[in-house]
């Protein structure tokens, strides 16, 4: 898409569309911006898979939500960058342990890592209608993301395929493990759904979020907004988490992922909890508690969610 720039009230001129002379110049950009870009925590770059499953990641990282991501790039979408994708994604899910290692080198002793919905982002210029409809009938937790460079200055980054999360096996063979490890491994990474948020919260509040989510969903096209249950709460995500969602007896807490500055608030619904102890990724709290309150809090996730664009 063309892209212009204002000169002045009456002139504009239009910024030619560049590209990046090395696919590596892509991705040092990206590895350096990765939280802005995606919402994505830096844990390293060139993985190696090893020896017998010979390769390297271009970019391993930590989601908002604690699950374990891993970035391709390509500048040209002739090359195969789903099955090398895939190839990685299951390598990942088979060594967690390596993963662990590395996050917690890079992030920390005591960083959470979340198995339930690795991620693998791909980053193209393009993507054909045949690799939208293979990610999409692969299942898997895979999104394609465009880019387009204008000038020298300037970046567009569009997710054209996101799908919600969801446990993502791997396909290889391995040992049969034995009833109690397996009993094991389901009890340390559970699949959370929206039924365990619910249950057991008053009917009104069930009936309010239900509204919330149709009200966030209406936000972006089909398909744009991903939502996945957590442990302690619900996150929307458009590229990166713009809301995160607590169901309470009382109402609906939620944190936004802007600064509280950043938005218009004349009713005084948010508090700025970034540097408070807090659940969520956002770092301005706000709680709906009745149908009063429902157009002004939807206006405070709106400009939140317009931070995504």
């Known amino acids: 898409m063309p892209l212009y720039r204002i000169k002045d009230s009456n002139t504009i001129s239009q910024i030619k569309q560049s590209t990046y002379p090395k696919e590596r110049d892509l991705q040092k950009l990206f590895e350096a911006n990765v939280d802005t870009l995606l919402g994505v925590r830096f844990i390293g770059s060139e993985f190696t898979t090893g020896d017998r499953q010979r390769g390297r990641i271009d970019t391993l990282g930590l989601d908002q939500d604690d699950f374990p ?18 190839f990685y994604l299951d390598w990942l899910v088979d060594h967690k342990g390596d993963f662990a290692m590395a996050a917690q080198t890079s992030l920390g002793a005591d960083v959470n890592i979340d198995w339930s919905s690795p991620r693998l982002i791909l980053v193209a210029e393009s993507f054909s209608d045949y690799d939208k409809y293979a990610v999409n009938r692969i299942g898997a937790n895979i999104e394609l993301w465009t880019f387009r460079r204008y000038g020298d200055d300037l970046l567009f980054l569009d997710p054209i395929f996101v799908t919600s999360p969801q446990a993502v096996r791997s396909t290889t063979s391995r ?3 034995s009833t109690a490890d397996a009993e094991k491994e389901v009890v340390t990474a559970p699949v959370y759904t929206l039924d365990y948020h619910t249950k057991k919260k008053p009917p009104e509040i069930v009936e309010l979020f239900e509204q919330l989510r149709e009200a966030i969903f209406a936000l972006a096209p089909d398909g744009e907004i991903s939502e996945t249950p957590n442990k302690i709460y619900i ?3 458009h590229g990166k988490n713009f809301c995160e969602v607590r169901l309470q007896a009382s109402g609906i807490k939620m944190w936004l992922d802007i600064p509280q500055a950043d938005l218009s608030d004349p009713h005084n619904l948010t508090r700025d909890v970034a540097n408070v102890g807090h659940y969520g990724t956002g770092q301005t709290e706000t709680k709906l508690s009745s149908q009063e309150d429902f157009s002004k809090i939807i206006s405070l996730i709106e400009q939140s969610f317009q931070q995504t664009i």
């Open 69 to 86: 991501t891993i970035i391709e790039y390509k500048r040209s979408n002739k090359e195969n960058i789903i099955n090398q994708g895939l």
């Open 175 to 177: 040992p049969r493990k």
């Open 235 to 237: 996150s929307y995500k």
